[in-house]
């Protein structure tokens, strides 16, 4: 299969976009954070007359800085998060304020493994994580179907093992 590479060497997005699903994922987490911040200062400021008014603008001003996440971010990471396995290497690209490109060579990978958490679950998704040796984590792929994620496990695993030799 042929690298991710545009006609003039720069490197192109990878093919693959996450499961529609994963917008609805980003979504209930993003919600979930924000409704955790407003019981940890609504409820204290319901009880606390003393400390209402800082805590109700605490509640203000974290509302309008985890808003935009909750209502925008989904989409936006829809937009921009690709991922591509190919006979050498898995991509990734995440990121829609900054992008970041996380690449391993097959010859350099340890584990494969799909990660499925209860929310993952009730709507049908997984998340891929590829670890080499390197000390900047893994290659993680969010969002994907579980379908989509076991597959592309077994890929990866049946692909490693015909992979000779290291990379370093």
């Known amino acids: ?27 209930l987490s993003r919600a979930t954070t924000l409704l955790v911040v407003w019981a940890l200062t609504l409820v204290p400021a319901a009880l606390w007359e003393g400390g209402r008014t800082w805590l109700l603008v605490a509640a203000g001003v974290l509302t309008v800085l985890l808003l935009p996440a909750v209502v925008l971010a989904p989409w936006l990471r829809y937009r921009t998060h690709r991922w591509e396995a190919t006979g050498t290497a898995v991509y990734s690209r995440t990121g829609w304020v900054g992008r970041e490109w ?19 679950r009730a709507l049908g998704l997984a998340a891929v994580s590829v670890t080499t040796g390197s000390a900047q984590g893994a290659v993680e792929i969010q969002g994907l179907a579980a379908d989509v994620a076991e597959e592309l496990v077994s890929q990866l695993t049946d692909a490693v093992a015909r992979t000779q030799g290291d990379a370093t």
């Open 1 to 27: 299969m042929p690298e991710p590479t545009a006609s003039d060497g720069a490197p192109r997005p990878p093919r693959h976009r996450v499961a529609p699903r994963a917008r609805t994922y980003w979504l």
């Open 102 to 120: 996380r690449i391993a060579p097959l010859s350099r990978v340890q584990t494969v493994e799909a990660k499925r958490n209860l929310l993952h």
